[in-house]
């Protein structure tokens, strides 16, 4: 680098010439006459070689790194003003925070004090639980059944890049099953919300096992995948609906921490403040229901949650 700092500022004791000269000359030791050869080597390529090749043909080099880190610094800058752009085309009031990297090591599931049944440990039952141990200041979007099917929502989604879960039923996504597959194809999760959303507990052990069962199938048939994930209605449980859940091939039973509408959020917890990993319910509305459509929702849920500093993360990369 010295020598051809040297070349380029026609300083540091001659240029090519004189050290050509001196290598003729002979008056050098072996050593400089190899430091002459490597200096000479960033003079003019020879004919018929590229621009950039020393004497001997080899390519200079640009600094690859910064090169790599220049292209990422500009697929970052990309990125942040299409999220800027959509934040302002949906109406947010601040465009959302980016989630970090999901743990490589997924943390360790319990069961939240007060919601287990009889022998869940001892029996092996899946985890309910409603907020997601992270030191993250993230929380998990959830939405429920099926019933509205609004294509502003999924637009407004995709370009936001509001990662969310689906828990369907169903007697209210068979009416249009394409539109969960567009779900689908944009990286959403769809999970099992039982057939018919019906209250669980006062059900036979059978009974439950096939309306959980029967949505893995409705699922698997057609989306593809068997979940993992189930939630079930109201999010009354009790021991038999767990048991039928497992055999189901069910490994986590996620609840929530805050639920939001269009108009309020509802808290779990007295304090009515969100606590990282707390995992956030809301439904499938529309202005039949509510007041006001999903992306209405979502701009209330993205607001608050932004405003306290909080991203949205995939509930999946956790699990």
């Known amino acids: 680098m010295l020598a051809l700092a040297a070349v380029v500022s026609g300083c540091g004791g001659g240029g090519v010439e004189e050290a050509s000269e001196r290598g003729s000359a002979g008056r050098r030791g072996g050593a400089e006459a190899r430091a002459t050869a490597d200096t000479a080597d960033t003079a003019e390529p ?9 004497q001997r043909g080899r390519p200079r080099l640009d600094a690859p790194a910064a090169r790599a880190l220049d292209a990422y610094a500009g697929k970052v800058r990309r990125a942040h003003a299409a999220r800027v752009a959509a934040a302002k085309r949906w ?17 360790k ?3 939240r004090k007060g919601f287990e049944v ?13 907020t997601v141990p992270t030191r993250h200041k993230v929380v998990f979007l959830t939405i429920d059944d099926g019933a509205e099917k609004d294509t502003a929502f999924l637009r407004m989604m995709t ?3 509001i990662p969310y879960t689906a828990f369907l039923s169903d007697y209210l996504i068979k009416e249009d099953y394409g539109y969960f597959a567009r779900m689908r194809d944009r990286g959403v999760a769809l999970h099992n919300h039982t057939l018919r959303h019906r209250h669980l507990p006062p059900l036979s052990y059978a009974a439950q096992q096939r309306e ?3 949505m893995q199938d409705v699922l698997e048939k057609r989306y593809g995948t068997r979940p993992t994930l189930f939630r079930p209605p109201y999010g009354s449980y009790d021991r038999d609906t767990l048991r039928a859940a497992a055999t189901c091939g069910v490994k986590a039973v996620p609840l929530w921490n805050e639920e939001v509408f269009v108009d309020r959020w509802d808290y779990r917890e007295s304090d009515r403040e969100l606590r990282p990993g707390d995992i956030v319910l809301s439904h499938f509305r529309g202005p039949s229901d509510w007041k006001g459509t999903m ?4 701009r209330r849920f993205l607001n608050l949650v932004t405003a306290e500093g909080y991203a949205v993360a995939r509930l999946e990369d956790y699990l």
């Open 295 to 298: 992306p209405d929702m979502i």
């Open 46 to 54: 020879a004919h018929g070689q590229p621009r950039g090749a020393g």
């Open 109 to 111: 599931l319990r069961t």
């Open 118 to 130: 009889d022998g869940h440990v001892e029996d092996g039952l899946p985890p309910v639980f409603t």
């Open 212 to 214: 959980i069962c029967g």
């Open 91 to 107: 109406g947010l009031a601040r465009v959302p925070l980016s989630a970090p990297a999901p743990p490589l090591e997924k943390p």
């Open 159 to 161: 370009d936001l890049r």
